[in-house]
């Protein structure tokens, strides 16, 4: 089990900056990769950014070179930092894990995917 805390939210203007948090708990070893996703009013959830174990990261092209995802040391925290807010950036924004665990001596293993309740972002023109 893994459990999600997100921190953060709050209302910004447009070309403001906020950062996120993610506070990671339980069996962090099970935990290969972990992203920000984010759903406006009336839209689906999407990925925001995404960083692997390795530290490779990836973002959606909407907020390319103004998000910046990373991880703490002990893998405890997870950060968003957004830079030049724009309104279209309002969103609940969600903390995800995804989880590998073996189930038995053959190495089965099973996937499982965790979520944070969620932080409200609110960017204002």
């Known amino acids: 089990q893994v459990q999600l805390v997100e921190s953060g939210g709050g209302v910004v203007q447009s070309g403001g900056s906020l950062s996120l948090w993610c506070s990671v708990s339980g069996s962090i070893s099970t935990i290969k990769a972990m992203g920000w996703y984010r759903q406006a009013p009336g839209q689906e959830r999407e990925l925001a950014a995404h960083?692997?174990?390795?530290?490779?990261?990836n973002y959606a092209d909407s907020v390319k070179g103004r998000f910046t995802i990373t991880r703490g040391n002990a893998r405890s925290t997870l950060y968003l930092q957004m830079n030049s807010l724009k309104p279209e950036d309002t969103a609940v924004y969600f903390c995800n894990a995804e989880t590998l665990r073996v189930v038995n001596v053959e190495g089965a293993t099973v996937k499982r995917d965790y979520w944070g309740q969620g932080t409200l972002v609110t960017v204002s023109s």
């Open positions: 960083i692997n174990n390795e530290g490779t990261t």
